[in-house]
């Protein structure tokens, strides 16, 4: 796979169709990239959130734990974090992952959040050659 033959717009593109909400943070924890999906953000960033420190993105009361997971993709230590929380009625699943270069040093971190109230009540299966999928 080779990113470098695709264009910005159709990087940002394919980022924005994505059914979740991306962000990323380089190695100096300064938030340098966000998606915006079709269907909105859940927590939504502006331009203005830009170059700022992911420290003050998050309320005060969880800076402990932000810190510990980034030291511990700095270190090593941690390959990724997963939380989930209840807002308005949704189900929201949180994912971080450190990012490396192929040495393995840290580049930052990305975050990655989904609305899974839909995905937890799937039940039985559907198939993708089944008739409805073409309708």
Not at 76 to 99: C, M, N, T
Request: aromatic letters at 8%; proline letters at 5%.
């Amino acid at each position: 796979m080779n990113l470098k033959e695709l264009s910005i717009e159709t990087i940002e593109a394919i980022m924005d169709a994505l059914p979740v909400d991306v962000s990323f943070v380089d190695a100096e924890d300064r938030v340098k990239f966000f998606n915006t999906p079709k269907h909105g953000r859940i927590f939504p960033r502006t331009k203005m959130d830009l170059n700022r420190k992911v420290q003050n993105c998050h309320p005060p009361k969880s800076l402990p734990l932000v810190e510990k997971i980034l030291n511990g993709f700095r270190d090593g230590s941690r390959q990724e974090a997963r939380f989930w929380i209840d807002l308005h009625d949704r189900k929201i699943l949180i994912e971080y992952f450190p990012v490396r270069d192929e040495s393995g040093a840290y580049l930052g971190t990305l975050e990655v959040t989904r609305d899974i109230t839909d995905i937890q009540a799937l039940r039985g299966e559907k198939r993708l050659l089944d008739e409805e999928n073409f309708k």
